[in-house]
């Protein structure tokens, strides 16, 4: 976020007219609670800059205090614009919790906010799940994977069993899974690659480093949607 942006969203409190931490639900100064800002992000909503090593526990603590602090019980006595706030900067904190707290769903939001389109987003404009690309590295094994998911298939269509089959797509989701645990470190070395860019205002390594995210991203949904194929198969 450059400056000019970031001054783009600093408002005034309602009540006593200070100047507002971008994105913060309350006055640090009177502590009345504010109306949400267009345009604050989730990371705002937690005072946090757009790092993605948070630490999870730290996350949590900050809900749940700033869920008390927001509870409508507070608000009883309060004015229908706080009490109307109150609510919205709850929703707006259960979002951004939900969202932050997933280290996948962290990064695909960081990288929308970096203006980045991700797949999922082209696949859901077609109303339609489409099919995404192999990546080249699987092209054996979704092949592979394939034949033996269509006779599985026809197996169950017929009611056969062949316990050799069962036992190799077994072995191919454990092996899956492996590769989906792997993405999950791979995800986190590139999270500390990003936050030093951030703090260094490398913009070469930033542009990099997400490019890296996306197709780690692809690659990791990829594989969950095999995983998920397999599990239909076998009946999991
Ligand atoms: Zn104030």
Known sequence: MTVTEQQSVKTACWSCGSVLTTGAPFCGVCGKVQAPVAGVTYFDAF???????????N???TFYKLSRKLHPDVY???S????????EQTSLLNDAYRTLKNPVM???YLLRLEGVEIE?????ENGA???SRVPPDLLEEVFELNMQLEEMRMNRKMGEDDPQLRGDLEKAKAQF????????SQLQALWTKWDAALDEGDEASKTETKDKMVALLDRRRYVRNLVRDVNEALDN
């Open 106 to 108: 962290r990064t695909e």
């Open 120 to 124: 999922q987003d082209r696949s859901a």
């Open 47 to 57: 005072g946090l800059t757009r790092k993605l090593g948070l630490e999870t526990a």
């Open 80 to 87: 229908e614009h706080e009490q109307q706030w109150s609510l």
């Open 177 to 184: 899974e492996g590769q989906m645990a792997e993405s999950d």
């Open 59 to 61: 996350l949590e603590r």
């Open 76 to 78: 009883a006595q309060a």
């Open 129 to 131: 799940k489409k099919e």
